[in-house]
């Protein structure tokens, strides 16, 4: 049995409090000068390693564009309660295969991959030293559409598979909370930025991206993830 001293309760004091101002250094952009290798941002119970920018703001800019005429977006929908509702923001499904997925009660079939998202793939794939056959990607409009806390835990995804999470357009703020601690670890995504996610994060941490009155431009994110088929 452990027992709170005077010691352990200023150590742990201390701990947190340098990890609150990494934090803080870290959401206010100042790593990206100095980033050389992917940093966890998660104090425990997961992986949650950022990249930094992996592709300039003139590529990024290229990409946005492209994605946002060639992708084939729909509204996403779910089923609350027993009726169907639609998003604003709109989502697509790519993949390897025509593989299938399922969330919020609603399962959509994917499209094949185009040549700008196999690009895209081979280049987080080089990054993450990690391989992909899907991908869910995001059109937020403007900050006003955002996403609720969940966790990506569906039966369909690789257990403890690695979620790459890629962006374009408007920065946007990201967070994650713990399920038991309820802490909380914010970020800003730039364009061109890479999120990793791996290993247990999905068992004990959630994820959002809040709504904003702040940003009006729109933002796509593609997240690639690894199916099983069945």
């Not at 027993?82 to 609603?106: C, D, H, L, P, Q």
């Not at 999470?165 to 909380?184: D, E, I």
Request: overall charge positive.
């Amino acid at each position: 049995m452990m027992y709170n001293t005077p010691f352990t309760v200023y150590y742990n004091s201390i701990r947190c409090l340098l990890w609150r101002m990494a934090l803080d250094f870290f959401d206010h952009g100042l790593f990206e000068q100095i980033l050389a290798e992917p940093i966890n941002i998660l104090p425990k119970d997961g992986e949650a390693n950022y990249h930094g920018e992996i592709l300039s703001l003139a590529e990024s800019d290229l990409y946005f564009q492209s994605l946002l005429s060639e992708i084939d977006w729909r509204c996403d929908q779910a089923v609350i309660f027993g009726k169907r509702i639609e998003t604003k923001r709109k989502v697509a499904w790519y993949a390897a295969k025509a593989f299938e997925y399922t969330y919020s009660n609603t399962t959509k079939r994917a499209l094949p991959w185009t040549r700008n998202l196999n690009t895209l793939k081979a280049l987080v794939e080089q990054q993450t030293n990690e391989t992909y056959n899907s991908c869910l990607l995001n059109l937020y409009h403007s900050g006003k559409e955002g996403m609720a806390w969940h966790s990506d835990g569906e039966t369909d995804l690789k257990e403890n598979g690695a979620i790459a999470s890629l962006s374009f357009g408007a920065t946007r703020k990201f967070a994650f909370k713990h399920k038991q601690s309820k802490v909380v670890i914010p970020l800003d995504l730039k364009a061109g930025s890479l999120l990793v996610m791996k290993g247990v994060t999905q068992k004990h941490w959630l994820h959002r991206l809040p709504p904003t009155k702040k940003v009006q431009d729109a933002r796509i994110n593609l997240t690639f993830r690894t199916i099983i088929p069945t």
